[in-house]
């Protein structure tokens, strides 16, 4: 079992920064590939950015690259997102994910543990 806990949401203006964290308790943190997704009111939840178990190999949705950074710290049990140049679309109750699958995925199927996720609001 793992439990997830995000943090690090808010309000920021267009063009602002956020970084957001997600805290895996247990030990065996190193053992899954964690993401995060987002889900905007009214829509379905979306894939955003995923890390294997090392955190050398990442995959972005196409609305994250070149703005969001996806890292983790396996000594801390901890894995982040970077959001840069953020948008109003950005706009989001953002949850990061963990999986025993052993690949990157973007679909939310293939994810055994979520967190109750933080919002980010971007104001234009």
């Known amino acids: 079992q793992v439990q997830l806990v995000e943090s690090g949401g808010g309000l920021v203006e267009a063009g602002g920064s956020l970084r957001l964290s997600c805290l895996a308790s247990?030990?065996?943190?190193?053992?899954?590939?964690m993401a995060w997704f987002r889900q905007a009111p009214g829509k379905e939840r979306e894939f955003v950015a995923a890390?294997?178990?090392?955190?050398?190999?990442?995959y972005y949705a196409d609305s994250a690259k070149g703005r969001f950074t996806i890292s983790r710290d396996n000594a801390k049990n901890t894995v982040y997102l970077q959001m840069n140049s953020l948008k109003s679309e950005d706009t989001a109750l953002y949850s990061c994910?963990?999986?025993?699958?052993?690949?990157?995925?973007?679909?939310?199927?293939?994810?055994?543990?979520w967190g109750q996720g933080t919002q980010v609001t971007v104001s234009s």
């Open positions: 890390t294997t178990r090392s955190g050398g190999g990442v």
């Open positions: 247990g030990r065996t943190f190193s053992q899954y590939v």
């Open positions: 994910a963990a999986s025993t699958f052993t690949t990157l995925s973007t679909t939310t199927t293939t994810y055994n543990y």
